[in-house]
């Protein structure tokens, strides 16, 4: 381990300890329910730079929106992705981002800081309580109300999904409104949703034709994924040579990661690109998305396309596809025949 990934290792462990009890105080916190409350700004605060994590707030996004149909919604994140992932979300006002490496960009470390602490919002939210940077931000924002990611108890016992990473930021957030006087929201956790136009779609369209060049339905692989998520060429390669003859009526197209790495030795037809967008208009245009684990397969959830998500941790309750006849398959059970059969269920519901 290099010593600039012990420094953040220390620092991470010392941020936490010092920020694990931010907020306490506020969960007996009593509120004025004779005022009435006016949501207007809000401040969500999710710093984090990965694909994935960023998607994974959409739901979260999208529910803060439908209650509060006029709010502008600033987003406390890090890295440069965000004005992509939500491009399309006519509320969000301010995107305010923390340098991926703090340590190296110290003065714009300390403005977005800054930044937060002159605005004025209604309500935060911090979505992750395990966040060091997000409890501080609640904790440092000027806000009438603030959420700082703490569990009610009750939630995980009333939701048998709780545990999702995309959900319970959501039932929280709802359980906490209730607290201020709003009615109690059992309406459906939205979907990811990247919010793609017609026109990204239609370009999404003409790639895979091109790709393809006839007209038969297409399914979409990602063979890649990050550390032990990342399944051999050996295992991509007898799955491929499955789903190629199980599905010789279908296209089968491979999106591949910014690595440029496929774990087919580049067998199908390939599509690269660093827009995230218009890696998800292509899968847009497919009817099935295969692909473990990744930021990728929450861009292909995102995209509305069914999603099969291939797990080998034991993660899979926080962070399988869901909606859009999605399903995650335990890769530790069962075998390439079982998988297949996931699969077909899937696409006859197509």
């Not at 911090?126 to 440092?140: H, P, Y």
């Not at 007898?238 to 067998?267: A, C, M, W």
């Amino acid at each position: 381990m290099s010593i600039l990934k012990k420094v953040n290792v220390f620092r991470r462990i010392v941020t936490h300890g010092l920020t694990k009890n931010i907020g306490s105080s506020q969960k007996n916190y009593k509120i004025d329910l004779t005022q009435k409350i006016e949501i207007k700004r809000v401040l969500i605060s999710r710093p984090n730079h990965r694909l994935g994590n960023l998607l994974l707030i959409t739901p979260l996004v999208q529910d803060v929106i439908t209650t509060f149909p006029d709010c502008k919604i600033d987003l406390f994140v890090k890295g440069g992705l965000a004005p992509i992932v939500f491009k399309n979300y006519t509320n969000i006002n301010y995107i305010i981002e923390l340098p991926k490496k703090p340590f190296k960009d110290l003065i714009d470390y300390f403005k977005v800081w800054l930044k937060i602490k002159k605005q004025k919002y209604d309500i935060v939210i911090n979505v992750d309580k395990n966040s060091s940077s997000g409890r501080l931000s609640a904790q440092f924002a000027d806000a009438k109300y603030k959420f700082f990611g703490e569990m009610d108890e009750n939630m995980p016992l009333k939701y048998n999904d709780y545990e999702h990473i995309a959900k319970y930021p959501v039932y929280e957030f709802r359980s906490f409104l209730t607290k201020l006087g709003f009615p109690e929201n059992e309406n459906p956790v939205p979907s990811l949703d990247l919010k793609l136009t017609v026109s990204e779609i239609n370009e999404g369209q003409n790639i895979v034709k091109g790709l393809t060049k006839n007209e038969k339905e297409t399914i979409c692989i990602f063979t890649y994924a990050t550390s032990d998520k990342c399944y051999s060429t050996t295992w991509w390669e007898e799955f491929y040579e499955r789903l190629k003859t199980e599905y010789q009526n279908y296209n089968i197209i491979e999106i591949l990661p910014v690595e440029n790495i496929s774990q087919i030795g580049f067998k199908a037809p390939t599509f690269y690109s660093k827009d995230v967008r218009e890696i998800a208009s292509v899968i847009a245009n497919t009817i099935l998305f295969i692909g473990a684990d990744s930021g990728i397969m929450h861009l292909a959830s995102a995209a509305k396309t069914p999603t099969i998500g291939l797990f080998s941790r034991q993660n899979i309750n926080m962070y399988k596809p869901y909606n859009n006849n999605s399903v995650a398959i335990d890769t530790n059970t069962g075998d390439k025949e079982d998988w297949v059969k996931t699969i077909n269920a899937v696409i006859a519901k197509v």
